[in-house]
């Protein structure tokens, strides 16, 4: 069964330093990958999407990911960290094909920024 | 484009009663998604529409919960009777589905249902 692994439930760090949010994913095909970002009491945002192509993809306020299968992981990175960036990120999955569309999340990482 | 958009955003009911959570996905999308985030079991699909049709209700509690897509610009879910069990926000997510592949999913604000 597919699922997603964000090892990290909660991460702190400080402003204007790097980020790295790791995710790890179970599929036995080619997978859909998204990253979403949610702010307290908001819905789910997408802030980047692999489906084919180049393994380095780019998304909305700064953020990247790059697509490794041989270590069948898609951590998001930003360079430098914002404190608008405090939010709870979930990595997800999803079918290919077949009767399902929907989303396999993973249970998210908080992300706290220090001034 | 509204984006998704669902009603109400907050409910608060008591033990026993039939909430009805409401959700106009994005015109011209054709797959309606409903999700159930709760602290323990993080975000869970309920179930998947496809051009108003039900594809997979597999995620759906149980018989107290029904959802109903009468066309495409709309869609409910219903639990009846509620129990403070339910508690959780309830997503709606809307996208298109061409052939084998499904584009990607937009959410609406969600529902904070509260049940005493």
């Known amino acids: 069964a597919q699922s997603v692994t964000q090892p990290d439930i909660h991460i702190t760090v400080s402003e204007g330093a790097s980020l790295e949010l790791r995710c790890n994913y179970s599929y036995g095909a080619t997978p859909y990958l998204f990253w979403y970002v949610q702010s307290p009491g908001q819905g789910l945002q997408l802030l980047l999407k692999y489906f084919s192509g180049d393994t380095l993809v780019q998304g909305i306020k700064g953020f990247e990911a790059e697509f490794k299968r041989s270590q069948s992981s898609f951590n998001l990175r930003k360079p430098s960290v914002h404190w608008s960036d405090a939010a709870e990120y979930f990595c997800a999955v999803q079918r290919y094909g077949g009767s399902q569309g929907n989303l396999i999340f993973g249970k998210g990482t908080k992300l706290s920024v220090k001034p | 484009d509204a984006g998704v958009i669902q009603s109400p955003r907050h409910e608060v009911t008591e033990m026993g009663q039939e909430v009805t959570l409401r959700c106009k996905p994005i015109s011209g999308h054709n797959s309606l998604f409903w999700y159930r985030q709760t602290m323990m079991r993080g975000l869970e699909l309920l179930i998947y529409?496809?051009?108003?049709?039900?594809?997979?209700d597999s995620g759906m509690p149980e018989d107290r919960f029904s959802a109903k897509m009468p066309n495409a610009s709309f869609s409910t879910l219903k639990i009846q009777p509620s129990e403070p069990r339910d508690s959780a926000v309830y997503f709606c997510?809307?996208?298109?589905?061409?052939?084998?592949?499904?584009?990607?999913?937009?959410f609406g604000p969600g529902t904070r249902l509260l049940v005493l």
């Open positions: 529409f496809n051009n108003n049709v039900p594809i997979d």
């Open positions: 997510a809307s996208s298109l589905r061409v052939g084998p592949r499904q584009e990607t999913q937009y």
